[in-house]
């Protein structure tokens, strides 16, 4: 069945992986709430808290690493279906853990054991999501595809956190634990539900040796060049860490923790627009979608050194809504090119080789940035974030392939019903 001219919302395997994807983020952020109160309670420690998403960062980056090199074994759908239930199994062992009558050292040391290996599993289900995108939708709706998926990926993450902690106050541990359980298992029947042809079906699945994931990263000069983007952008977005972006507010802007809240909701209202705008103007920066990304990384280096020179916290809150569209554009575009770009049976294992690689990076440059911060003064790391920014720009300027890369929307294959 073709489905190119076909709204998103009225093709079912959109539909049904697109919920995939919110009860998937749910399921983590509550889960994640839910342990951060827990922890901190027993240990009364803000350091003994900071194990889990410390933890979960450990785990992502090695579940990312043997994704790399192993993923491609799997069928997709039949994997993303799998995860689901391995997740909710883990579950109901945190379940069965927090009913037993044990000391808090070891109930401690045990909900972060599952905690590990749920952060584990969970690090594949990104990438696979993002291989069997493309196979749910045609070529000329990849754009509006990733931004509807981005926009609600924002959205959670902006409201997720405080319905997470709101439901502390309504539901038991076990009662939100058990919801978890639940989305985990929506979340991979959902992805058992979609509906491929035949020869699509077949696709995720590999059989027979190909290149290891991170050869073909390296060995191709647009997929080099965004990870490259993405390095430096991520030593840039460091800036926008809780701990900096506090710095920021109390120190260059001489305000209180209140207008450091306004500041990070102005961001993501910013992205949440963002995804929006792409939505609604798929085909544009479809055309023009490297000399999108280009503009977008100019226009971010532009707002970040007004905000670093701006004194009144109401400027700051529009500069980061500001933000958030470019962002969102450079995002969405560059997760559609390497969709584009990369080979189809091997979506997936790429992208777990880049989060891999990202991942730690990102963690390490909120590090640098501090420490740059004791250095040379909080505004003046604003200011070299800025210089990053544009330097982003002009890698996707000056490198050939990305320079001259057009991204044709012709799909002569038909996608799944």
């Not at 420690?45 to 998403?53: K, M, N, R, T």
């Not at 993405?230 to 977005?237: F, I, Q, T």
């Not at 909080?378 to 330097?391: D, N, T």
Request: with cysteine; proline share 3%.
């Amino acid at each position: 069945m073709e489905i190119a001219s076909t709204s998103l919302w009225k093709q079912p395997n959109f539909i049904k992986l697109w919920l995939s994807q919110v009860f998937n983020l749910l399921a983590q952020i509550l889960l994640e709430v839910v342990l951060i109160s827990q922890v901190y309670y027993m240990t009364n420690s803000v350091l003994g808290a900071s194990l889990v998403p410390a933890l979960t960062s450990i785990s992502v980056f090695l579940g990312s690493l043997f994704a790399s090199y192993h993923i491609n074994k799997f069928h997709l759908q039949k994997l993303l279906y799998s995860i689901g239930w391995i997740r909710a199994f883990i579950m109901i062992l945190f379940i069965f853990i927090s009913l037993l009558s044990i000391s808090n050292s070891v109930y401690i040391f045990l909900i972060l054991l599952l905690k590990f290996i749920l952060s584990f599993m969970g690090s594949w289900y990104g990438p696979a999501r993002f291989a069997i995108l493309p196979l749910v939708v045609s070529r000329q709706q990849y754009i509006k595809a990733n931004g509807t998926i981005t926009m609600i990926q924002q959205l959670i993450m902006t409201a997720g956190w405080g319905l997470g902690s709101a439901s502390l106050l309504l539901l038991s541990t076990t009662q939100l634990m058990l919801c978890s359980c639940i989305m985990f298992v929506a979340s991979g029947m959902l992805i058992h539900w979609l509906k491929f042809h035949k020869q699509d079906q077949q696709a995720p699945k590999i059989k027979k040796k190909a290149k290891p994931s991170w050869k073909i990263a390296l060995q191709s000069p647009i997929i080099r060049s965004i990870t490259l983007m993405d390095m430096v952008e991520g030593l840039a977005n460091a800036i926008w860490s809780s701990a900096l972006l506090l710095g920021f507010t109390t120190i260059v802007l001489q305000e209180t923790e209140a207008w450091w809240g306004f500041i990070n909701s102005g961001y993501f209202i910013g992205a949440i627009l963002g995804s929006f705008v792409v939505v609604i103007y798929s085909k544009i920066v479809q055309n023009k979608i490297t000399t999108m990304i280009a503009i977008s990384a100019v226009a971010m280096g532009v707002l970040t050194f007004l905000f670093s020179i701006s004194t009144s916290p109401l400027i700051a809150v529009i500069l980061c809504v500001l933000m958030g569209p470019m962002y969102q554009i450079r995002d969405i575009a560059q997760s559609t090119i390497l969709q584009d770009v990369i080979p189809e049976n091997q979506r997936a294992s790429v992208m777990a080789a880049r989060n891999m690689v990202l991942s730690p990076w990102n963690g390490l440059a909120i590090i640098i940035m501090g420490l740059c911060s004791e250095w040379i003064g909080i505004q003046y790391v604003f200011m070299v974030a800025a210089g990053l920014y544009l330097m982003t720009a002009g890698i996707a300027i000056v490198q050939p392939q990305l320079k001259n890369y057009r991204y044709s929307s012709e799909d002569n294959s038909t996608v799944s019903e």
